[in-house]
């Protein structure tokens, strides 16, 4: 997600949100559009002027839409035409359109994408109202964090997060000076991943191929473009040769490839598929890439939509 970090006088305790419509960003209040944030993307308010919201935009462009350019304090610019998109992380969501000419300061390089910042401003329409504060519960097994403190799994443990002051907890049990609690919250959907490890949902490419020993052999679900029907070769050792795989695009939205290998018994029911057909498909990850493409192999075990079943 796009996390837009402040600079100046924070509005309502500088909570972030998510987007819930697409909103234009501008390089002043009011001033001519420079692209449109999308929704979905998380921002976090910052200082006000009349009507607008000033944030700061943090993502990642591909190498190829980027110009040095030394303009207003910024040392590169978007040279597509009309417009590229940003996204959170290097093949990730797309977080934003910037029209071209646009001015960024570059951050790094990783392969052929580039992490750019700016600030730039949004209607204040789009920041929702702030919630009532919550109030602190009391009881004998309730207590409230005086200072912002580490929370740990077990008692002098590594540090897993930390808890501002203000914030209510249940008190569960103490041992040896610390006090295991509770605490209740809430998180943006999109910042959550189930720890079933039979089905992997939500899954990028990108990080199949940044941990390959962590995600082999596990099954995802994947929704998945029909492209053809293929016979392995010795270009794909990953797949024994003359082996029947799928070669389809995604994990939709995602632009990349992915090959889909076909028990015998089951490639009948892709004979008739048309190409660019949707398929919702699981497997389990044979593969994070190929000998000589980024692509990720997996086994096929069922088509969960798409077939008409």
């Known amino acids: 997600m796009l996390l837009l970090v402040l600079s100046t006088a924070p509005l309502r305790g500088q909570s972030p949100f998510i987007l819930t419509q697409d909103i ?17 993307a998380e921002v976090t308010p910052g200082k006000t002027q009349r009507n607008f919201v000033e944030v700061a935009i943090d993502g990642w462009l591909p190498a190829a839409s980027v110009a040095a350019r030394r303009r207003d304090n910024f040392d590169v610019a978007v040279s597509k035409r009309p417009n590229e998109s940003l996204r959170a992380t290097p093949e990730g969501a797309v977080i934003a359109r910037v029209t071209t000419n646009v001015g960024f300061t570059k951050l790094e ?13 949004i209607d204040q329409k789009a920041v929702p109202p702030a919630p009532a504060p919550a109030q602190v519960e ?7 964090v005086i200072h912002h403190v580490p929370v740990a799994i077990v008692p002098q443990g590594a540090p897993i997060g930390a ?24 998180v943006p959907d999109s910042t959550l991943r189930s720890t079933d490890n039979r089905i992997l949902v939500g899954l990028s490419q990108a990080e199949v191929r940044a941990n390959p020993a962590r995600y082999i052999g596990q099954m995802v679900e994947w929704r998945l473009q029909f492209v053809a029907i293929q016979k392995a070769d010795e270009l794909r050792p990953e797949i024994p040769e003359g082996m029947t795989y799928l070669l389809t695009r995604g994990p939709l939205p995602e632009p990349g490839f992915v090959y889909v290998v076909v028990p015998s018994s089951q490639v009948a029911q892709f004979q008739s ?33 798409g077939l008409g079943k």
């Open 24 to 40: 234009r960003f501008t390089k002043n209040p009011g001033a001519q559009s420079l692209g449109t944030l999308l929704a979905g």
């Open 109 to 121: 390089t990783q392969g052929t994408w580039v992490h750019v910042k700016r600030s730039a401003w």
């Open 138 to 144: 009391s009881g004998p097994d309730r207590a409230e």
């Open 163 to 186: 808890v501002d002051s203000g914030v209510g907890v249940r008190v569960l049990a103490h041992s040896a000076g610390w006090t295991r609690v509770q605490l209740e919250a809430w």
């Open 273 to 305: 598929v048309p190409a660019l057909k949707e398929l919702t498909i699981r497997g389990t990850i044979r593969a994070a890439s190929t000998k000589f493409l980024p692509t990720p192999v997996l086994d096929l075990v069922d088509v969960v939509d």
